[in-house]
């Protein structure tokens, strides 16, 4: 009886030591039984992807990128706005004054101004050499004179512009319009066909451009070299004659110049904005 009595006061001393031991050794229990389930369940893991088929897959199809290509292409270069005729917001509708007194309409912008300018001529300005006469007293080539008969109608010299004799021998130069003072425009003459005393031709070297010309014994050498125009301008009756490029004219209280003369057309500019009109030769 003692016995069991020590027993229990032991216990009563000593109940906290045993409920700590009792603890440690569960957590210890505990501790073991997760580490064989986590070694359960990687070796059902383990198995799971081992024994896994993967299955064969077709890619996506390619996406169709036309329509957004397209669309780029037309952001990088986007359709030109034109506020030109016949929209108004830049363009008002004028008013003018004709020459006999009535109210004029320009409605569609060609009623006046320098689209209202009418071609009423072109004409050509030309280069002409022509083989006159020949003669030859000493019987040959080098001794034989020609007379030729040079016109240049475009010439900004008035005495260039009608015909002019020349007496010339092979290898005479005679002087041309353009070039300069010091680097004149020539008419080199550089070779004879068939007899000196009654050539078939003659053939001539421009020597500012090196081209050569070749002038037959019926049939002169021409080429148009430039052109001159005649314009009218209804609106204010208004004629011009004998326009050539950069000549100036006046209408609409505005100052224009010729800036070129084809055989079809004719430009003009303006001389305060150099805005150009280009103009179209009618049947």
């Given at each position: ?205 421009l020597t500012e451009t090196k081209e050569r010309i070749s002038v037959a014994k019926d049939k002169a050498f021409v080429r148009a070299e430039a052109y001159v125009a ?48 280009r103009l179209k030769r009618t049947p």
């Open positions: 009886m003692e016995k069991v009595k020590k027993l229990v006061e032991l216990a009563k001393a000593n109940y906290e030591k045993a409920i700590l031991v009792l603890v440690v050794l569960i957590l210890a229990v505990a501790v073991g039984f997760l580490y064989w389930l986590s070694g359960e369940e990687q070796k059902k893991a383990n198995e799971t992807t081992g024994n896994y088929v993967r299955k064969k897959l077709n890619p996506p199809p390619a996406l169709d990128m036309a329509a957004y290509d397209q669309g780029l292409k037309v952001a990088l270069n986007p359709p030109r706005v034109d506020f030109g005729l016949p929209h108004k917001l830049f363009n008002p509708v004028k008013w003018m004054r004709g020459q006999d007194g009535k109210l004029i309409v320009d409605r569609s912008g060609k009623s006046v101004g320098p689209e209202a300018l009418k071609i009423d001529s072109i004409k050509p300005l030309n280069l002409v050499v022509r083989l006159v006469s020949a003669s030859n007293d000493s019987g040959t080539a080098g001794g034989a004179s020609y007379v030729v008969e040079l016109m240049a109608e475009a010439a900004d010299r008035p005495e260039f512009r009608k015909p002019r004799p020349f007496t010339m021998k092979l290898d005479e130069k005679i002087r041309m319009p353009g070039g300069t003072a010091r680097n004149p425009n020539q008419l080199w003459l550089r070779e004879v066909k068939g007899k000196a005393e009654d050539p078939d031709g003659l053939v001539f070297e005649e314009l009218s301008y209804p609106p204010e009756g208004r004629q011009y004659k004998g326009l050539r490029r950069d000549a100036f004219i006046g209408f609409g209280g505005e100052d224009y110049k010729i800036v070129e003369i084809t055989e079809n057309e004719v430009v003009v500019s303006n001389r305060l904005n150099e805005k150009k009109t």
